[in-house]
């Protein structure tokens, strides 16, 4: 079993970056595809990006696309979301999640859970 846990999430300025950083335990990490999600106050949790069990294969919300990087190293058991141009709009809770199967953008088929880190963006 994958245990979660993210990392990196502080206040920055609007226009600021961060780099967010979800660590796995156990020894299967590269058998589970990697979403991240976020969950702004009073909101329901919203898919941001997910990345296949290789990496070769990306997804991206809308709202972020071309901001927002998501990449993986199977080697350090980690996944990443580099996020630049940060927005007020990207305030919120981010997770990171693990999958082994179903739809990259669907929360439903995610069944591992980080704790989550927040990110606080100022204008």
């Known amino acids: 079993q994958v245990q979660l846990v993210e990392s990196g999430g502080r206040l920055v300025q609007a226009g600021g970056s961060l780099r967010l950083s979800c660590a796995a335990s156990g020894r299967t990490f590269s058998m589970y595809a990697m979403g991240w999600f976020r969950q702004a106050p009073g909101k329901e949790r919203d898919f941001v990006a997910a990345t296949s069990r290789s990496g070769g294969t990306i997804y991206y919300a809308d709202s972020v696309k071309g901001r927002f990087t998501i990449s993986r190293d199977n080697a350090k058991n980690t996944v990443y979301l580099q996020m630049n141009s940060l927005k007020p709009e990207d305030t919120a809770v981010y997770y990171c999640?693990?999958?082994?199967?179903?739809?990259?953008?669907?929360?439903?088929?995610?069944?591992?859970w980080g704790q989550g880190t927040q990110v606080t963006v100022s204008s």
């Open positions: 999640a693990a999958q082994r199967a179903g739809g990259p953008r669907s929360i439903d088929d995610y069944n591992l």
